[in-house]
């Protein structure tokens, strides 16, 4: 029978399930996920399955749709964009032209802030987002259908079997898509003007227009009719509402899942054996079906032998029936491989069925198990680093400016006073209540408190800690520099910098290749000021093997290893002083460092980037100029553009966002 979270509160919204795993949404916007994990699909930086509900890596309190596939998972937030994660090997994410596995979430490349959600939340509207085995279909708010990832049937209905990693509209276009629903190799969609199109595979007559064609571009069922309101695919067959209430099913049936009474496949709609003209919402899953009517009733139909059909048995049913639970409160419902969940009227979220991977998120593996819900982490996270293997957030409620770190713990990189690895979310051994600024490196830490001390910890082979040693700290440790007036710290491969409130920079570790900026290769225990000096320092950031700095003139210097142009001086020498990028200038605004490559804003919004532009052949586009050349200059991006706001490196990528009215972020 159905189980309820124990501790699951009731403000659950939306709820979506697919493969082994389940999302749901709370009414304050934040997005949790729960079950498999091995393709990253729950979105929280790992490939761990998880059995109760975990928020994604992302965070945020602006989710307002999701939606997932067999192994990936996407979004939508309130501010119009759409994201992705997990598994890639299709292009099922969308990111051209990479398709590696994500285990957060990233924008597709398509971007843009106007993917449509749902505007009133009734059930019905909840599929402008849809997942299917390794594709993805969107909506935006224009009317367009966008599809992408897998098309070995066609599923993408853009009249070819190409695979996609970007976004495509369908052979049909028009602006005048309202809803779809995607499959296991098929897809299907409404217009606004109540005509129901499908497309993909036709094994078993799943498109019901009464062959067993595949379909490379939408064609409408056998039914015909401008009456269509709701429509959802299962694994291998579509069931749909008309405007009258009526509910229709078509496709294969070898376990019932048509609810017709037989198990005869159908290649056109026929009704279920129930009947009526109260269906308010339907929903396909793995050989079953469920719908709630609008009496407020729950059931469901098909295969049962892992419980999900929730009428406390394990028997498979060719008939609709209620679930064990009973009751005339249920809002929405979603379907996974094998198991279900489902939101009431009271925002009580109830899970039931396959629990093999933890979907019904209640802390084990055993089916029709009661879930409850983990720590549940807060909504009021302000800034997040990555480090290596390991993570640091800043909390601040407006009171409190907490420090919270998790991951690995080889180096004591988590401050916590001992050296182990620790899953959980944990507090520095430091603690306080006045953290301000936080920067990580390969294996340590640096963070400013409000009161400008300035503290590292982690690795310290090459003294990037500061404190005149080469011995790791498990705690946080001041720099021998010491001081309160510490303004911003930045973290590179090995070796340190940071900029006092009187405008001077400092750097410590190591010095391979220069990247200390004091024209010597020598390694640094302590802090010293680069050979440039100055006290008119604003903004320094520390890539792998060189560093980048901003003054307040609004002149950019750099320096360091320069292999592959990432110093933008129009050479590949190595730099052991501040120089100035070829592109000159006094209007540089914001920079950061990947660990080959930089980027730059400037204060007439335009993004710039210079540096290596394909690393080891997987990862590629890296200064996003639509090319993989290495620059030795700087050149603006492919999106040009004069309102980026801000900019952030990864390892082998780069994170920019533009500002005004609706703010976008762009992955390269």
């Given at each position: 029978m159905p189980?309820q979270f124990?501790?699951?509160?009731t403000n659950?919204?939306q709820?979506?399930?697919?493969?082994?795993?389940?999302?749901a949404i709370?009414?304050?916007?934040?997005?949790w996920t729960w079950?498999r994990g091995?393709f990253?699909q729950l979105?929280?930086?790992?490939?761990?399955?998880?059995?109760?509900p975990?928020t994604t890596?992302a965070?945020?309190?602006?989710?307002?749709?999701?939606?997932?596939g067999d192994n990936h998972?996407?979004?939508?937030k309130t501010?119009g964009?759409?994201w992705?994660w997990?598994?890639?090997s299709?292009?099922?994410l969308?990111r051209n032209p990479?398709?590696?596995?994500?285990?957060t979430?990233v924008?597709?490349?398509?971007?843009?802030?106007?993917w449509a959600?749902?505007?009133t939340?009734?059930?019905?509207e909840?599929?402008?987002l849809t997942?299917?085995?390794?594709?993805?279909a969107?909506?935006k708010t224009?009317?367009?259908?966008?599809t992408?990832g897998r098309?070995?049937?066609?599923?993408l209905?853009?009249n070819t079997?190409v695979?996609?990693?970007?976004?495509?509209?369908?052979f049909a276009?028009g602006?005048n898509?309202?809803?779809?629903?995607s499959?296991?190799?098929h897809t299907?969609a409404?217009?606004?003007?109540?005509t129901l199109?499908t497309?993909?595979?036709n094994n078993?007559?799943r498109?019901g227009d009464?062959?067993?064609?595949?379909r490379?571009?939408?064609?409408?069922t056998?039914a015909?009719?401008t009456?269509?309101k709701?429509?959802a695919?299962?694994?291998g067959y579509i069931?749909?509402i008309?405007t009258?209430g009526?509910?229709w099913?078509?496709g294969?049936n070898?376990?019932?899942?048509l609810?017709n009474?037989?198990?005869?496949?159908?290649?056109?709609?026929?009704t279920?054996?129930a009947?009526?003209?109260?269906?308010?919402?339907?929903v396909?899953?793995d050989r079953?079906t469920a719908?709630?009517?609008?009496d407020?009733?729950?059931?469901?139909?098909?295969i049962g032998t892992s419980?999900q059909?929730?009428?406390n048995?394990?028997t498979n049913?060719?008939?609709?029936?209620?679930?064990?639970?009973?009751?005339?409160?249920?809002k929405?419902v979603a379907?996974g491989d094998?198991?279900t969940?489902?939101?009431?009227?009271d925002?009580?979220?109830w899970?039931w069925?396959?629990?093999?991977?933890?979907?019904l998120?209640?802390?084990?593996?055993?089916?029709?198990?009661t879930?409850v819900?983990?720590?549940a982490g807060?909504?009021?996270?302000?800034q997040v680093?990555?480090?290596?293997?390991h993570?640091?957030?800043l909390?601040?409620d407006?009171t409190?400016?907490?420090?919270?770190?998790?991951g690995?713990n080889?180096s004591g990189?988590?401050?916590?006073n001992?050296?182990?690895?620790?899953n959980?979310?944990?507090q520095?051994?430091a603690?306080?209540?006045n953290w301000k600024?936080?920067?990580?490196g390969?294996g340590?830490?640096?963070a400013?408190?409000?009161?400008?001390?300035l503290w590292?910890?982690g690795?310290?082979?090459?003294?990037?800690?500061?404190d005149?040693?080469t011995?790791?700290?498990?705690?946080?440790v001041t720099?021998f520099?010491?001081?309160?007036n510490?303004?911003?710290?930045?973290?590179?491969d090995?070796?340190?910098?940071?900029?006092k409130?009187d405008?001077?920079?400092?750097t410590?570790?190591?010095?391979?290749n220069g990247?200390?900026?004091?024209?010597t290769t020598?390694?640094?225990?302590?802090p010293v000021?680069?050979?440039?000096g100055?006290?008119?320092?604003?903004q320094v950031a520390?890539?792998g093997?060189?560093?980048?700095?901003i003054k307040?003139?609004?002149?950019?210097?750099?320096w360091g290893?320069?292999?592959?142009?990432?110093l933008?001086?129009?050479t590949?020498t190595?730099?052991?002083t501040p120089?100035?990028?070829?592109?000159?200038?006094t209007?540089w605004k914001q920079v950061?460092c990947?660990?080959?490559h930089?980027?730059a804003i400037k204060t007439?919004?335009?993004?710039w980037g210079w540096g290596?532009?394909?690393?080891f052949?997987?990862?590629?586009g890296?200064?996003g100029?639509?090319?993989?050349?290495?620059?030795?200059t700087?050149?603006?991006?492919?999106?040009?553009?004069?309102n980026?706001k801000?900019?952030?490196?990864?390892?082998?990528?780069?994170?920019?966002?533009t500002s005004g009215?609706?703010?976008t972020?762009?992955i390269?």
């Amino acid at each position: 029978m159905p189980n309820q979270f124990l501790s699951g509160g009731t403000n659950w919204k939306q709820v979506a399930s697919s493969g082994v795993h389940t999302l749901a949404i709370k009414t304050d916007g934040t997005l949790w996920t729960w079950g498999r994990g091995t393709f990253a699909q729950l979105g929280d930086n790992t490939l761990i399955s998880r059995s109760t509900p975990v928020t994604t890596f992302a965070g945020g309190t602006n989710w307002k749709q999701v939606a997932g596939g067999d192994n990936h998972t996407a979004a939508i937030k309130t501010d119009g964009t759409l994201w992705t994660w997990g598994s890639n090997s299709s292009g099922q994410l969308g990111r051209n032209p990479d398709t590696s596995l994500r285990l957060t979430p990233v924008t597709t490349f398509a971007g843009g802030t106007n993917w449509a959600d749902t505007a009133t939340g009734e059930p019905e509207e909840l599929y402008t987002l849809t997942g299917g085995y390794s594709h993805t279909a969107a909506i935006k708010t224009d009317g367009t259908l966008w599809t992408w990832g897998r098309n070995t049937d066609g599923q993408l209905g853009d009249n070819t079997t190409v695979d996609r990693s970007t976004p495509v509209t369908t052979f049909a276009g028009g602006t005048n898509w309202k809803q779809v629903s995607s499959g296991g190799n098929h897809t299907a969609a409404i217009k606004t003007d109540g005509t129901l199109w499908t497309w993909g595979s036709n094994n078993n007559g799943r498109l019901g227009d009464n062959t067993a064609i595949n379909r490379y571009t939408p064609v409408t069922t056998f039914a015909g009719g401008t009456n269509w309101k709701q429509v959802a695919c299962g694994d291998g067959y579509i069931a749909a509402i008309k405007t009258d209430g009526t509910l229709w099913t078509w496709g294969t049936n070898s376990s019932g899942e048509l609810g017709n009474n037989t198990a005869i496949n159908r290649s056109t709609p026929v009704t279920t054996f129930a009947g009526g003209t109260n269906w308010k919402q339907v929903v396909g899953g793995d050989r079953y079906t469920a719908a709630i009517k609008t009496d407020g009733t729950l059931w469901t139909w098909g295969i049962g032998t892992s419980g999900q059909l929730g009428n406390n048995t394990a028997t498979n049913k060719s008939t609709p029936v209620t679930t064990f639970a009973g009751g005339t409160n249920w809002k929405q419902v979603a379907c996974g491989d094998g198991h279900t969940t489902a939101i009431k009227t009271d925002g009580t979220l109830w899970t039931w069925g396959d629990n093999g991977d933890g979907q019904l998120g209640d802390n084990t593996t055993v089916d029709r198990s009661t879930p409850v819900t983990t720590f549940a982490g807060g909504t009021n996270w302000k800034q997040v680093f990555g480090g290596g293997s390991h993570t640091a957030a800043l909390n601040d409620d407006g009171t409190n400016k907490i420090l919270y770190l998790w991951g690995s713990n080889s180096s004591g990189q988590l401050g916590t006073n001992w050296i182990s690895q620790d899953n959980q979310i944990l507090q520095t051994f430091a603690g306080g209540t006045n953290w301000k600024q936080v920067a990580c490196g390969d294996g340590y830490i640096a963070a400013i408190k409000t009161d400008g001390t300035l503290w590292t910890w982690g690795q310290n082979a090459f003294g990037q800690l500061g404190d005149n040693t080469t011995t790791n700290r498990s705690t946080p440790v001041t720099t021998f520099a010491g001081g309160t007036n510490w303004k911003q710290v930045a973290c590179g491969d090995g070796h340190t910098t940071a900029i006092k409130t009187d405008g001077t920079l400092w750097t410590w570790g190591v010095n391979a290749n220069g990247r200390l900026g004091d024209n010597t290769t020598t390694t640094r225990l302590t802090p010293v000021t680069t050979f440039a000096g100055g006290t008119n320092w604003k903004q320094v950031a520390g890539g792998g093997n060189h560093t980048a700095a901003i003054k307040t003139d609004g002149t950019l210097w750099t320096w360091g290893d320069n292999t592959y142009g990432q110093l933008g001086d129009n050479t590949s020498t190595t730099i052991l002083t501040p120089v100035t990028t070829f592109a000159g200038g006094t209007n540089w605004k914001q920079v950061d460092c990947g660990t080959f490559h930089t980027i730059a804003i400037k204060t007439d919004g335009t993004l710039w980037g210079w540096g290596r532009n394909q690393v080891f052949g997987i990862y590629t586009g890296t200064l996003g100029d639509n090319t993989t050349v290495d620059r030795s200059t700087p050149v603006t991006t492919f999106a040009g553009g004069t309102n980026w706001k801000q900019v952030s490196c990864g390892k082998n990528y780069t994170i920019a966002v533009t500002s005004g009215t609706d703010p976008t972020f762009f992955i390269s």
